[in-house]
């Protein structure tokens, strides 16, 4: 998959911008506030339909300081592009009308659930936010498994929506035993099977995949860092030890005082480790900048062997993670291997066009100001 143009309009900071690209390497390059992540992020909503700053959609429209100091907000905005699928070229077009919902269209045609648009455009973003996959809660962790595996498995996509409106059923109905002080087990006990279910295949596909990508992020673990550290990825789940019908029969005294869901794979985690211990325990910066950078090969490796598509791999302020040498190896190992289409943004020109010369594929680098 290659995108040979992109165009803007009225999207964040950009009132209208258009890119013809190298199939290969992309670099933008301008100060800090120019608007260079945002273009990346643009390229995101072309793989999964929305922002990976975590920003709504209407906060995504261009807006504007008029001469009398307010703001206006602009009525819309688009992202068009042509995209290289093997033999053919399609058109992928994404509207958010102020007024309206966002449309996601295929060749003029428009997508009946947004979600079936995942998978189409795979994408694997390496970022300064990636450090708070180790940092923050496990609900930033489920949430990273969970769109690795959406974009090899729609299948897995729809049990995970499924899931989750029948945990927010299930929750409003403890919420409202609560509030009108009565409860009914009978009625409760309907959500019983579909919970289990979904959440029953969720789980396995979850534990699957993690098995299948740790010898995975070990491999270029070793390579990125050079290292001797065995570095892993642990699946926890509470429905490693029970099943879920089990767990929800178990807790269901507790969920009625919390007044939500207390058990089950919405409450799964990831865990990090280094030679048996929390990699943000015990890891350097260092060690946790390579473990990180690992985690996305891993991550496009895996796209790769389960749906035959090179995603693209957009890097934003690499060089704040990593030294220009190790930029350069990870670039290399990415041609190496035919993982896909690059972009990539940088405060200095002049460092980019290096490190870009060292590796003799075909770029272009777009100064943006």
Known sequence: MIINKLSLINFKSHSEVSFDFSPQINCFVGNNGVGKTNILDALHY???GKSFLGNSDLNNILSQKLED???KTMDFFVIDSEIQNEEKEDLIKILMPKESKKVIKKNDKTYDRLADHIGYLPSVMISPYDSNLISDSGESRRKFLDAMISQTDSVYLFDLIQYQKTIQQRNALLKNFAKNRYF????LEIYDDP???FGTRIFEKRKEFVENLNPIVQHYYDIISGGKEKVSVVYESHLSENTFQELLSSSIDKDRVLTYTSKGIHKDDLIFEMNGNSIKKIGSQGQQKSFLVSLKLAQINRI???TG???ILLLDDIFDKLDDTRVSQLIELVNKENFGQIFITDTHKERTENVVKRIHEESRIFEIS
């Open 46 to 48: 072309l793989s999964v």
């Open 304 to 306: 790769k062997e389960l």
């Open 69 to 71: 100091g307010s703001q």
């Open 309 to 311: 598509k090179s995603p």
């Open 184 to 187: 009914d087990k009978d009625s």
């Open 195 to 197: 919970i289990s279910n």
